[in-house]
């Protein structure tokens, strides 16, 4: 399996495009948060999701950007692969 952190990006975001998109994205193991070694699950900052999967970058990429056009015009996306990540400040997912 190989892990992605995806970033999608709209110039002129409209009000429920991020709660759509996120429903949308979760159909596909998308998630907008990410789960600590201790098993502590934290909120990634809005527009930002990860993924594992055995597809390679290009097809998360345009798999990515193919449904978040379906839900605003002209997203921008990015992918990345990562083998280790570290954050700080992301608030807690309550009662995981």
């Known amino acids: 399996m190989v892990n992605y952190i995806i970033r999608v990006f709209y ?4 009000s ?7 429903v949308e994205l979760a159909k596909f193991n998308v998630a907008g ?15 930002e999701y990860c993924y594992s999967g055995n597809e390679t970058i290009n097809e998360v990429r345009d798999a990515v950007f193919r449904l978040s056009s379906t839900i605003q015009a002209d997203p921008q996306v990015l992918v990345v ?10 608030r807690l997912i309550e009662g995981v």
């Open 81 to 90: 692969e990562v083998t280790t990540l570290s954050w700080a400040g992301f």
């Open 33 to 47: 948060a990410i789960k600590a070694d201790d098993g502590k699950g934290y909120y990634l900052p809005q527009g």
């Open 16 to 22: 429920d495009t991020f709660d759509r998109l996120n």
């Open 11 to 14: 110039p002129a975001v409209n």
